[in-house]
């Protein structure tokens, strides 16, 4: 601090302070602020720069990692690679081929070298003229340019140089030596230079073919160990991994990007996934740093794990996020590029959920190849009856059609009449128009208009058709509750409306909890629910058809349960009880405590036929018609879909079926009752509450509401509810709502915290998923686990609270629903454009359409339609052992390529093929196969025409058709009249639409069953099986060679030889021969089999159906033909064609005549097993199967005395098969029979008594 | 110059050093593949002979009833019967108490230093197992194979057969072999107790073949003895594999170049498997009351 100066200006000094004030800017120092700032300054760049490079670029860390992970893992795979690579080097088959190469190879040497030289000597020769010959035919051309483009007068001069530049000769050093390289000088003109040119050039060219000829053969050998190199090395060669290393070292660390559909979608996801189109099979563990565990790094480096998808799905084409979700821009963090936030509208689907990106372009398909989770999605919405209360697009295609072709039909006979009246209109015109052309095209268009007309009647007749099939072809989730008086035992219906879990775990009917006061959601709200209980079994109680059924005599248990576990009711039914210990199908219901519910009766006839309705329902007048109506129009009480399908008052399309899938497995009755008495056998007699309220006429219309209420009609048949619209909500889109529109209702906070609604404690997060459950996923899940736990807490009238009821789900169940649910996102909420949507028009249209068919009859119970697909039935135990495999029902990979489409149309309408004569070479190629055939009814068998000439219908046969008096009065509308139907009259069981057999492999014991299919389904199976195996549509047959005697003779050597067993299995039509056989008649072969098929079979049926009984290597290969693979009897010697095509050829054109000399020479088919049952086998020989015989000479008046006569036979109780001894009282021969079928003919290898 | 030196074999040492360390952690890697593969494919760390292996011998006795030979008729083949004029069923053939055509194997269990023997790749032998047919017959009914090793069937009748074995996870096939035709050479590629094979043309026709993974097996005479021979010392669970009776288990434990003698005893109640058991969750019974309501 300076001393301030005394000056004379006192005042201006005093004025000054004495010690100025400390100035902070001069006096204090800015060091550490200016210290502050610059190390906020550089640390701000160091983070920007950081950012920049790392921060906003995450993948470059991923990026190296992966090059480093992938290195080790190319290195480490190098080792065992090139080992593999060593060992088929060293392996005989590649040194001979190796050396064969080499050999060749020396052999073509000398020629080759010889040829060379003269090629080089050439060359050189070539080399002088070329030059000296262009330059001249250069100078030339540009002469005789000057000639065409100059005057005439000039012409004449420039020719003459044209000429001069001909003849002038130019010098050339033209090698003579092809050694010494020596030149000659030589002088030529134009021509000898063109000349010389030419002649050295065809030359070359010639020399050039031969040396490609000589050194052909060693070229080819060469290849051929270069690909046997190839097909035996497995994975890549030491080669290939090092050409990945090398690309390693050069990898380019930048964004990997994929821009589709104009920008739409922009993925990077490869940025990070860097493994996903790598060559090799890349999985986590290839990833895994030593010694620590698998990292998410390891599991994000993986190569995709369907390489097939990948094909079909171009990454290039389709991005990332368009199937999986997620966000394909964001690169800076995990967490945004997978889109795990609530406002980005695709996140990644979970691993298990992955399918569901499949869905919204895949939506119209019912199976997709490759998405199995969504696929069983599909399934169980429509199995487990979700699709009785929600309406799916595509999934009620039968109703759709119908209300579709209804509103058709309506708008075009609106056209009708108004183009009738335009026509009228203008003939009136035409007569009164002043102008003749006028007047004749007025005229014109009032023809025209007419032959519209007659289109569109065509049309709209096409359409009503269409309505017919399809009112057949409509099924309900559930069984018709109009039967339930006849069905059920009524004490029954009140403990299963409370608890259907409890007594059939696992049953499709979900546990209406409102009904249950047990039930924890409805404890707060539903003090009525026993009320409504009884209300609603009231209703259905006294809304049910009333009468007599056949009485049925008890049949035998032990038969029965052998008919239910060989006829294949296991591929939809199971038995067992609890869900761990039901084996069988979950198509349709557990039948173990079938006995506790159901008449007796009522299950016979259901066995016998369940398509057999008990009155016909007419959807124009509402009500279920009675006998009465029938008779008030004189017609037969006789309702089917065989022509007997109008309605006698108003002629409206019936509903003449129960509208069930469970087609009819064409059993006399007798078995039906077997089949039945074991049934009844397994349940334990449980004894239900007294339920006498149910006939209380008072709670009737009080269950009427609630039947209304909670949507029962929507899956089952209650009469005054038929059209009933559905209660649930539509799910076609239902993965796309956004997700403040899903009703969390008071669990919001839970979600977002990730609590556990169920035990109020937080989720566990592992596996980097999130404990969170605010999105869709959640909600589906949660709701699936406890449809109305979104109540919870509320205070709501109990009519608001959700309806949906609780499903049987397991959670492997309920992770596909959930898939599906995310995957239905609708045509707006799909992540792509709508142009990606599968939507095929040709033949992957009618493989589409199938699997609606296929799925919707359960035909993969039994059958293996898609390659790699099992059946229900193959995984059940009793098909397990070899014996059980050989039992299977065929496989249908090929089936469109093995089968005439004809006879398989005929064939799917009746499986017994039973209409017309047995014999199929004299069965006429009827187009429309057999509607008209199994119209009539042919229970009386397969035995020749006499049945089935004789009319069954009206009056003569009446006794045979379904009978109900007519005395109750329709009810019509809901509950309008307090009693149901009277049909108190007893009925007969109706003639079976088939023959009591199969109608090919005759020696399965599981049963082709008639489905009743119409002919829409019929067109759309067959169309499917055909597109599936890429066949042409129309089938037009090609014609066979015939054979000629001589080649008849030696075909007839070959399968009767000792060498070609055929006759051994296959069917032959004698019975003697046929009791042991296990493969089809080829007398079938000639209408059934394509020829192309059948030869490929022969080679190698391995490869057709893997597993089959039938043998491969039956053939050898012989230069360009196929010779029998075995001792051939020496006529063949002359013989020169293809041996599989012979025998192709003569199966094809099989007649009766000839198969009969066949059958003649062969020993008797050997397909059974030990002989126990040598007396039994002699006392039933004469049938294959037990029915046909029988059956025969049965009449319809006939038929029936036969029945009762058996129902009457009175049985002893059939023992345990194993120890004790069958022993049976009955006379018929069918108990013969029966003892053969199931009793000593067959034994199982290991003992077990099925 | 000393300097130099020392730094070149600093160098060297430094060199070696990190060779060997890039060794060992390339091996180590190998290891953690291995472990994750030896329980599934025949894959398995080689196993070399020490010379201190044992046997296992004894005998598979039977008790109980043993239910009699059926016959079997082969009318339907005449070139049946010229080979095999008594043809009678042999699933199972008892002796004296003694029990043949069991399946006698070391299922798990460790060597005496605690190594899985399961986790072992045994060599396998280049000598091929026969399956004869003979008067319609397969001889031998049952066989032992390891994984890998060549299956040669041959056929000494004067008919055709097809030889048909149905696996569970091995390649099925089913192969025609008419009479003096060259042997089929197949060999099953992973272990599996056991692939039935069956003639579709002679249904009586059948064979079992234990696929294993390791020699460690043996199956028993007519006079139900049997020997496993090349035991590591250690203790294992060996199995007895019967057509009809199933697969039980025993420990059993052998020392070093011991023989240990270990006889095994199968029930006439054993019966069936497991699986097909399962049908009889609910045996028919006669019908309880039809009139019931």
Redesign the interface.
Known sequence: MAETPKTDTDALARREPETPARDPIISRSTSNILLVCALLLMASLAWALYDEAYGQRPWKGMQQEFVSRYNRYLKRLKRTGTQSEKDVKESEAYKELDLAARDAEQAAAPRKKEIDNEIKFIDSQLAAVTDPFQNKRGRITVINYNVETSDESDKKELREDVEEEKRERVEVKMPVDPNSGKTEDQKLNYTELEQKYLTLKDRKAVLLTERAEVSKEADELKKTRDTYLKDNVIGLSAEQIDRLIERNDKFDYSLRQINVNGDQIVDRCETCHLGIREPLELKPINFKRTGKKLDANARAFVSHPSKELLQIHNPERFGCSSCHGGNGRATTSIVKGHGRHRFWLHPLHERENMEAGCQQCHSQDRVLQGANVLTKGKDLFQERGCVGCHRYEGFDRETDGLANSRQTVKQLEEQLAANDREARQLDVEAGTVADETEAQAKLARAVALRVTNSQLEARIEQLNVQARYLMQDQKKVGPNLKDVRLKLRKEWIPAWLKDPQGFRPGTKMPTFWYLNPDHELSKNIKQNADTERAAIAAYLWQSSFEGQLPKQEPGDATHGKELFETKGCMACHSIGEGVENQVGGTFAANLTRVGEKADFNYIVRWIYNPRERWAPYCPKEKRDLTRADYEKNGKPYRFDTEGHSKCPNDGAELQVQNMTVMPNFRLSEQESRDIATYLFSLGKGAQWPDASFMDDPKLKDQGAFYIKQYGCANCHEIRGFEDEQRIGKELTAEGSTPIERLDFALLTHDAEKGINPFTDKEYEAKDGKEAKWYNHKGFFEHKLEEPGIYDKGKEKEPRDHLRMPDPYLTPEWKNALTTFLLGSVGVEGANVPASFFYQPSDRRKDIQDGWWVIKKYNCMGCHSVQVGQKSVLQELPQYLTPEGKDQLPPALMTEGARVDPNWLLRFLTDPSLSNGSDDPTVRAHSGMAGRNNSGQPSGSGSSGGATSSQPQQGGAAASNQPQGDGGGEAASGAGASGAGQQNNEAREMPPQPGANKNGVRLYLKARMPTFNFSPNELRTLVRFFLAVSSQQEPFIKEPINPLTDQERNLARQLFTSQQAPCLKCHLTGNPDHDKNASAPNFLQAGERLKPGWTFRWLLDPQKVIPGTAMPSELFKRDGERWVFNGELPESFNEYKGDHADLLVRYMLQLTPAEQSRLAAGSPSATGGTTTTGATTNAAAQSSTHHSRPARAKATATGRQKKYRQRAGLVRSPAGKRRGVAVVRARGSRESVVFARQYGVGYSPPSGHSW | MPFKQVRRILVLMLAVAMLSFMLA??D???E??VA?DASTGTAGTPYKPSGNEGSITGAVNFTGEA?AP????M?????CAQNNPNPQ?E?VVVKDGKLANVLVYIKDGKTADGKSITGFAFDIPATEVTLDQKGCHYVPHVLGIMAGQKLKVTNSD???H???P?PKSNK??????????QPIIQTFTRAEVVV???C?????M?ANIGVLKHPLYSVSGENGAFEIKGVPPGTYTVATWH??YGEKTQSVTVGAKETKTQDFTVDASA???A???????????????????
């Open positions: 952690c390339g180590s890697d190998d953690d593949e994750e239910p059926k016959p079997i008729s009318d339907a083949d005449a070139a069923t699933d004067p008919t055709a097809n030889v048909h149905s099925e096939w089913n192969q025609s072999q008419p009479a003096g035709a039935p094979v069956k579709n043309q002679h249904p009586w059948k057509e009809r019966g069936k498997t699986s097909l058991r399962l049908l009889e969750v609910m045996p028919a019974i006669e019908f309880p009351s039809a009139s019931k309501h």
